[in-house]
């Protein structure tokens, strides 16, 4: 058991214990998370995770309430620190030791549960604060567009449909049209890897469907980790799906695969 | 060029620094006329007026760390205060062989505490750059200070407010300290001269409303040309979604360190011109309280404008000036009718009634 100091949802850096043990090497792994755990006041979020995600792979996440899959987002972006265990981003990057600035302009980004967008500017705006490059204080402060940036900006906002929307707030945005310039701002991050919680709440099925589009268009440029409850948007993502349980993995396969096993059923149903 | 673009988008703002502008033509031209003309400006009123501007541009940079940073400042009298007292450390050396003990290097208040030797803090303040300097970088190195502390432990909302007001709160006590060497609760006062000029002489008068008014629109300028660019943009960002900032990479406690200091030297400088006009500076200035009131200008006069603040500052001091005159005893009671009066009928203050109609055509185009 850890001392009263550690036992918080943030810890000072050099206060963590930095033991990274069994990395695996293996090519084409884009993130390893590792015997994962977090513990919340007694409660254990994650039980020894063992999470893999190949480049370029699109991988659904689903599980009940409680299961440790938005804790599991936030171990890999930062915003919590496990108690043990070791989570790298490639092999170069331990993520760790990195904060939530660092992890966003190597290359991951994250879409929240709740649509977070910036209520009080345009859907121009959004895009255009999202954009990958330099973020210092001096480089903000005299940042200008160039034409290779506006047309990137372009592209993105026909890519998430929001071409005509450009100079309206965001906060006028109808819901399903919230996640998407969520998702289009993660986009111009120019990300290796995208963390989607929950990407299809309040959607309509039109919109799910172009949804299912976009992100499996993306995948293979991108990692993506789908987190999701609805089960008709899984399937229709088709692909390798991860059940978590009481913070730990409980299988791994097919929609299929996962909708015929026994455990999953029960977890689901059992209770 | 850039100027002149920025300020087209700028409705308000060519309206404040149009009346601003005429206001510092118009006063001294005003003041110059024979005193039994009916338009007359008197001395007294032309020194208030600069007392104003001065409240105005330390509820300018109250608006840029709360309309659009979101950091609702409760302590921002305490660098004011600090500009102020750098300001009166000069203007007691100043005085020289003048004060009543006649002692050509220390002020009176020291002789009076049998001190022999000027503290070390007081060597520099004889000359007016130095004293100009540490105007600002006093306020603006606190402000690094307890930011850097405040905004890396994540400490926001109330209870970053909380204890931004224990910081002027700890900073009154122990200014009314006699061996801080700051004049104890007396302060300091008893000024002769400002840069040789005595400061009882009506030009100088006008010359600190003038200056006034000149660092109010430059300040405003400031604030502007931040909030314009993306780093303005970035800190309305955190304001509305702080994890939100933080996900797509930008370094927030960075970001908010940097403007929070900008507004604290902004207001350091409104301190300095402040105490040459009301002659003097004491502990009093770090009441808690003053520091809530500047809120309640902002607030009144429309936050996240910048020239609502100005409104807002100039607006409610003329009530009180009014008011006291008037009414001694109700004063309070009418800021506080009006705070309630603004809060339910005018939420985005004076200012917002007609930022509104601009904001409806902007939404047409």
Same mark, same amino acid.
């Given at each position: ?14 206060? %963590? ?12 792994? #884009? ?7 977090? %513990? ?19 991988? @659904? ?25 070791? @989570? ?31 209520? /009080? ?14 973020? %210092? ?23 998430? @449909?929001? %071409? ?24 111009? /991050? ?15 099925? /039109? ?19 789908? #987190? ?5 948007? #899984? ?10 349980? /009481? ?25 | 060029? =850039? ?14 620094? =149009? ?116 105007? $600002? ?52 006062? !008893? ?10 002489? !009506? ?96 607030? $009144? ?27 001694? !005893?109700?004063?309070?009671?009418? +800021? ?9 009928? +005018? ?19």
């Amino acid at each position: 058991m850890k001392s009263g100091l550690l036992q918080r949802d943030r810890v000072f850096d050099f206060m %963590t214990p930095k033991k990274v043990e069994g990395l695996d090497l293996k090519h084409g792994t #884009v993130l390893y998370m590792e015997d994962v755990s977090v %513990t919340f006041e007694g409660f254990k979020a994650i039980n020894q995770l063992n999470f893999y995600l190949n480049t370029g792979e699109l991988r @659904c996440v689903i599980g009940p309430n409680g299961a440790g899959k938005t804790t599991m987002m936030d171990i890999i972006t930062g915003k919590t620190r496990p108690d043990t265990g070791s @989570c790298w981003f490639g092999q170069k990057y331990n993520l760790l030791q990195m904060d939530e600035p660092e992890i966003a302009q190597i290359g991951i980004g994250r879409k929240f549960q709740k649509p977070t967008v910036f209520e /009080q500017h345009t859907v121009f705006e959004n895009l255009e604060l999202a954009m990958a490059g330099p973020k %210092t204080i001096w480089s903000t402060f005299v940042a200008k567009l160039n034409g290779e940036q506006r047309d990137q900006l372009d592209q993105i906002l026909a890519m998430i @449909c929001l %071409t005509e929307e450009h100079s309206r707030l965001a906060g006028l945005l109808s819901h399903g049209q919230k996640q998407w310039l969520e998702i289009g701002m993660l986009l111009m /991050q120019n990300p290796l890897m995208l963390l989607v919680d929950e990407p299809a709440a309040g959607m309509t099925h /039109q919109e799910m469907d172009r949804t299912v589009d976009l992100l499996t268009s993306l995948a293979g440029n991108h990692s993506i980790v789908v #987190v999701e409850h609805d089960m008709e948007f #899984v399937r229709a993502l088709n692909s390798r799906v991860t059940v978590l349980h /009481q913070g730990a993995v409980l299988m791994e396969g097919s929609m299929d695969a996962v909708q015929k096993d026994e455990r999953v059923v029960e977890v689901y149903l059992g209770q | 060029m =850039g100027l002149l673009r920025m300020l087209k988008n700028d409705k308000g703002g060519q309206i404040f620094l =149009g009346v601003l502008v005429a206001t510092l033509i118009a006063v001294p031209i005003l003041h110059a006329l024979p005193t039994d003309h009916p338009l007359h400006l008197s001395t007294y009123m032309v020194t208030l007026l600069g007392k104003y501007l001065t409240y105005a541009l330390l509820a300018v940079a109250v608006d840029l760390v709360w309309g659009y940073l979101g950091i609702l400042s409760l302590g921002h009298a305490a660098f004011f205060a600090l500009g102020g007292y750098a300001m009166g450390m000069y203007l007691m050396r100043q005085i020289g062989e003048r004060g009543v003990y006649g002692d050509p290097v220390l002020p009176d208040f020291m002789v009076f505490l049998n001190w022999t030797e000027l503290p070390w803090f007081w060597h520099g303040f004889d000359m007016f750059w130095f004293a100009i300097l540490m105007a $600002m970088c006093l306020p603006g190195l606190l402000a690094l200070v307890f930011g850097w502390l405040a905004f890396r432990s994540r400490v926001t909302g109330v209870y970053l407010s909380i204890i931004t007001q224990a910081l002027t709160y700890a900073l009154m006590l122990a200014f009314f300290r006699n061996e801080m060497g700051f004049g104890g609760n007396n302060g300091l006062t !008893d000024f002769k001269d400002i840069l040789g000029f005595s400061l009882q002489d !009506d030009g100088v008068r006008v010359g600190l409303f003038i200056a006034s008014g000149l660092m109010l629109g430059l300040g405003y300028l400031a604030c502007r040309v931040i909030i314009q660019s993306r780093l303005g943009r970035v800190a309305v960002a955190i304001r509305d979604a702080e994890d939100r900032t933080r996900f797509i990479g930008y370094r927030v406690e960075r970001v908010k360190l940097a403007i929070f200091t900008f507004s604290a030297m902004l207001a350091g400088i409104a301190g300095a011109l402040y105490v040459p006009q009301v002659g003097i500076i004491n502990p009093s200035e770090f009441q808690p309280l003053n520091s809530i009131e500047v809120v309640v200008w902002v607030a $009144m006069g429309g936050r996240a404008t910048l020239y609502g603040a100005v409104i807002g500052a100039i607006g409610v001091n003329y009530a009180k000036t009014w008011f006291t005159g008037a009414f001694p !005893d109700a004063w309070l009671f009418a +800021l506080g009718a009006l705070f309630v009066f603004v809060t339910l009928f +005018l939420p985005r203050g004076i200012a917002g009634l007609f930022k509104h109609s601009l904001l409806r055509k902007r939404a047409k185009v």
